[in-house]
Nanobody, 131 residues
Framework: VLLEESGGGSVQAGGSLRLSCVAS????????MAWFRQTPGQEREEREG??????????DYLDSVKGRFTISKDNAKNILYLQMDKLKPDDTAKYFC???????????????????????WGQGTQVTVSS
């Protein structure tokens, strides 16, 4: 299974970016997906689960990104998206997509702290927001 993120970059505060995560050897339709972010100095287990979507398309968001970020997936193309609008400097981080089974989208946002061996992770894409 390979998850590959793209779409990161540098943007000014208030701007937008759309991240994509393409999966090889994995079917999005039957599992949960999530986007996490990690800042320098954080351990892998401290990655912040900002957005998640379950197999039924139900979504859940961290309060600080709610209303600004939108997670979605294209099951036919096996692509996960994260539309990020009204970006803030505090959103600066390396963003990772992840896939695994979950009880709910809210549960999916806790995968990093659970550090379960069955969770698949991408290599990440950097997002930098300047003020």
């Amino acid at each position: 299974v390979l998850l590959e993120e793209s779409g990161g970059g540098s943007v000014q505060a208030g701007g937008s970016l759309r991240l994509s995560c393409v999966a090889s050897g994995y079917r999005y339709s039957s599992h949960c997906m999530a986007w996490f972010r990690q800042t320098p100095g954080q351990e892998r287990e401290e990655r912040e689960g900002g957005s998640a979507i379950d197999s039924n398309g139900v979504t859940d968001y961290l309060d600080s990104v709610k209303g600004r970020f939108t997670i979605s997936k294209d099951n036919a193309k096996n692509i996960l998206y994260l539309q990020m609008d009204k970006l803030k400097p505090d959103d600066t981080a390396k963003y990772f997509c992840a896939a695994d089974w979950c009880w709910s989208a809210q549960h999916a946002r806790t995968w990093a702290s659970e550090n379960a061996p069955g969770t698949y992770w991408g290599q990440g894409t950097q997002v930098t927001v300047s003020s």
